[in-house]
């Protein structure tokens, strides 16, 4: 997979993040949506990363999507407790070659690594200001999913937490500790900033800008440079095609190496080819979405639909909804009845619907979003299940 380095994206928030961009907010937290396999994540680990390493910010990262069977509270104190680890020093070397677990810290602090965030040890806000005094250095933790934080009550005091650290540590003019939180559903990403209750409560949700015209000229300069036949590139067409594999780089480099394979028996213009590609590729992914759709009982069809139309509106429970789901079932539906669906969608492979842990419900994949928009404005919703029309010509009644 070809890298394209966005040093100049990277360098500019490294400087936000730092509290030197005088009209941004960066430095109480930056939170960045990105629909899924746009590149979202080898931006924060290839560029991001990099960058706030050479302006001497000690980088700590979390994917919480990486194991979705741990809980995310767990997954962002074993991170922290790992980076603190190897800046504990010669005393950390002495106490684990004694069999020590605890260490002294400067004579204010004992710290277990592996009890980080948990009850009876350190808590968040003081190891990463332990991290940072044994580091002397300020400390990035970026958090990859970060939505994924709020399906349990220990990511939720995880994410509480990281707060109570980012206004124990910051100054006006000294910021120790820089967040990046970073999402693949705007929506969900919201939860942490748009009420009261929310963690970072008055944050903003960015939108990370897609790779662009840019990326496709570098694309179309190594094409050029190693199949010299097939000068000019068409940018405008590979961009066209790009735009058609929704921005994701995986798909359309995937898809390009099929047409430029001597074994792909393409006569015409590769470009073109990839137009092609990518219309299927839409119709491939829409075709999967309507046959999940398809294959749910009446009720759960009924409840993700009405989880499509409401969007962050959504109440499972609510008089309107349970109208909805009789009128579209026809049939009596309780309360009981449409958990057991949405459970039934969480359980769905891939699953279909998300669930906080205070019971906020929101469709998994918010590209399903996008198709229920399209067919909606298409007159195409809802999907119906296709009818084997049966000729009973000649057949008499009985």
Do not use: C
Not at 268 to 281: K, N, P, S
Not at 312 to 332: G, V
């Amino acid at each position: 997979m070809i890298h394209y380095p966005r040093t100049q994206l990277a360098e500019e928030l490294v400087v936000a993040l730092q509290g030197k961009a005088v009209f941004s907010d960066a430095h109480n937290g930056l939170f960045l949506a990105a629909p899924r396999r746009t590149g979202k994540s080898t931006f924060l680990q290839a560029d991001l990363m990099p960058a706030l390493e050479r302006a001497g910010v000690v980088v700590v990262y979390a994917d919480l999507w990486a194991d979705q069977r741990r809980d995310p509270g767990a997954l962002i104190a074993e991170v922290i407790g790992r980076a603190l680890q190897p800046h504990l020093g010669v005393i950390a070397k002495a106490a684990k070659k004694a069999g020590l677990e605890k260490i002294s810290l400067a004579g204010w602090l004992q710290i277990d690594t592996s009890r980080i965030g948990k009850l009876d040890g350190v808590p968040l806000v003081e190891a990463l200001r332990a991290l940072s005094e044994t580091a002397d250095a300020p400390i990035a933790l970026i958090i990859d999913e970060a939505q994924h934080a709020l399906t349990s009550e220990a990511g939720e005091n995880a994410m509480a937490a990281l707060k109570s650290a980012r206004d124990q540590l910051n100054r006006p003019g000294a910021i120790k500790l820089m967040l990046v939180m970073s999402g693949s559903d705007r929506d969900k990403l919201l939860r942490l900033v748009n009420t009261t209750g929310a963690p970072f409560y008055g944050s903003q949700i960015q939108r990370m800008p897609e790779l662009g015209q840019d990326f496709i000229a570098h694309i179309g300069g190594l094409i050029e440079s190693q199949r010299p036949e097939l000068k000019p590139v068409d940018n405008a067409a590979l961009f066209e095609a790009f735009q058609g594999f929704g921005y994701r780089p995986q798909f359309f480099m995937e898809a390009l190496g099929l047409v430029l394979s001597p074994l792909s028996g393409i006569g015409g213009r590769f470009e073109q080819a990839m137009l092609v590609a990518a219309q299927q590729r839409q119709r491939d992914d829409e075709a999967q979405m309507e046959s999940d759709y398809l294959g749910l009982k009446p009720l759960e069809r009924a409840v993700l639909w009405r989880m499509l139309e409401q969007g962050p509106r959504f109440r499972p429970y609510d008089a309107e909804a349970l109208k909805f789901y009789r009128e579209q079932t026809r049939t009596s539906v309780s309360a009981q009845k449409a958990q057991n669906a949405l459970e039934s969608l969480r359980q769905h492979v891939p699953a279909l619907v998300w669930k906080s842990a205070r019971g906020e419900y929101a469709v998994d994949d918010a590209a399903m979003h996008r198709w229920y928009e399209k067919r909606l404005n298409e007159g195409s919703w809802p999907p119906a299940d296709s009818q084997i029309d049966l000729d009973f010509e000649g057949q008499q009644s009985p």
